[in-house]
């Protein structure tokens, strides 16, 4: 199960040099020009998970695997882009595919780097990076809407729904609100998604300050900080420079960096888990002598959904779970002695998979 999170902002916040760190590789060029990403890049991360190695330990597992996220980095936008300025269209495509968007702001002073705008202000960043959004939004359902009222008005039930939630959407997009602010029904949810509306998808903001300020924050991401809580959106202050540095060294060279900055741990942890609980995931495991693998699910799906992240036909021939929470499985030692201690379940078809279950599927096809 892919989850992808797009990295926005405008040229020269530190976007590629974020993705470069997360990536661990030299994928994206970073370079204080604007546009110097020509094509959206995609990075497979995995997920910091130190549970996964207790289990393993325990088990004997001969190999690791943990839970993924994507992560895409998209070229700068500018005032504009929605009507193409830059290389905005192609890359207001591309955000349209990611399933939560983090907004790179620049929270640093420089003068050896560059500001598209020419001053340093991490919320007119952020104004003008969402205002493209809902530009490129209302120009879509604009352009919509007359095709779905003529199907609506030969009866088609869905194109009904979908005006419904395309009327919505406009009413908070000329009002000067991106889509999510909208009160979407629990049971309209669905063809709310599939609208595929920028403005729609969770945000995270991402403060990139200086070396001096990555442990306290300063003056601009207290700013960040301030107005996402209007918005309810999570935030992430983060040096991206330090990052990139902490992602060349070996793990040893990496805690004592880590010690000589007083940081607990990188700021990337904090944000792919951030990424983890904006897309509201959780991970369940699964354990043996070969392998011990951390899976990534949506909360509250059913054991047969969570066994088609596997393979299609452990969703299709589901019999049962075979169930042992983490603290259990810690406790008792391994699978055989929470067997012992009455502490492996047996669940069914309605049973919603908890975070850290260690899961066995029994399955029929």
Request: glycine share 8%; net charge negative; charged share 25%.
């Amino acid at each position: 199960m892919g989850f992808k999170c797009g990295i926005v902002g405008l040229p020269n916040v530190g976007k590629s040099t974020l993705f470069n760190a997360l990536t661990q590789t030299a994928a994206a060029q970073a370079a204080n020009y604007p546009f110097c990403t020509i094509e959206p890049n995609v990075g497979e991360v995995a997920v910091p998970e130190p549970r996964l190695a207790k289990l393993a330990r325990i088990a004997g597992s001969k190999e690791l695997i943990p839970a993924r996220m994507n992560f895409v980095d998209i070229a700068g936008l500018v005032k504009g882009a929605s009507k193409g300025e830059g290389l905005g269209n192609q890359f207001l495509a591309t955000i349209r595919e990611v399933d939560a968007v983090l907004y790179v702001l620049r929270c640093f002073d420089d003068d050896d780097i560059t500001h598209v705008n020419g001053q340093i202000d991490p919320l007119s960043d952020m104004e003008t990076v969402e205002t493209e959004l809902m530009l490129a939004d209302l120009e879509s359902l604009e352009k919509r809407v007359a095709s779905a009222e003529k199907k609506a008005r030969s009866g088609d039930k869905e194109a009904k729904v979908a005006i419904a939630l395309m009327d919505m959407a406009l009413e908070q997009l000329r009002e000067g609100h991106p889509a999510r602010c909208a009160d979407v029904p629990k049971d309209a949810r669905k063809a709310w998604r599939a609208l595929q509306l920028l403005t729609s998808k969770p945000i995270m903001f991402v403060c990139n300050v200086d070396e001096g300020s990555v442990g306290t924050g300063n003056d601009y991401s207290r700013t960040v900080e301030d107005f996402a809580k209007t918005d309810g959106a999570p935030v992430v202050v983060i040096c991206a420079q330090i990052e990139a540095e902490l992602a060349l060294l070996d793990a040893g060279e990496r805690t004592e960096y880590l010690a000589e900055l007083e940081l607990d741990e990188p700021g990337l942890d904090r944000l792919i888990h951030a990424g983890y609980q904006l897309l509201d995931l959780q991970t369940y495991f699964t354990v043996g002598p070969k392998e011990a693998h951390a899976w990534t699910i949506k909360k509250g799906i059913s054991a047969p959904r969570a066994a088609g992240v596997i393979h299609g036909d452990f969703e299709k021939g589901f019999i049962r779970a075979e169930t042992i929470s983490y603290d259990d499985f810690i406790a008792c030692d391994g699978e055989l002695g929470a067997k012992e201690a009455g502490k492996m379940r047996a669940e069914g078809k309605t049973y919603i998979v908890a975070d850290g279950d260690v899961l066995h599927f029994r399955f029929n096809v």
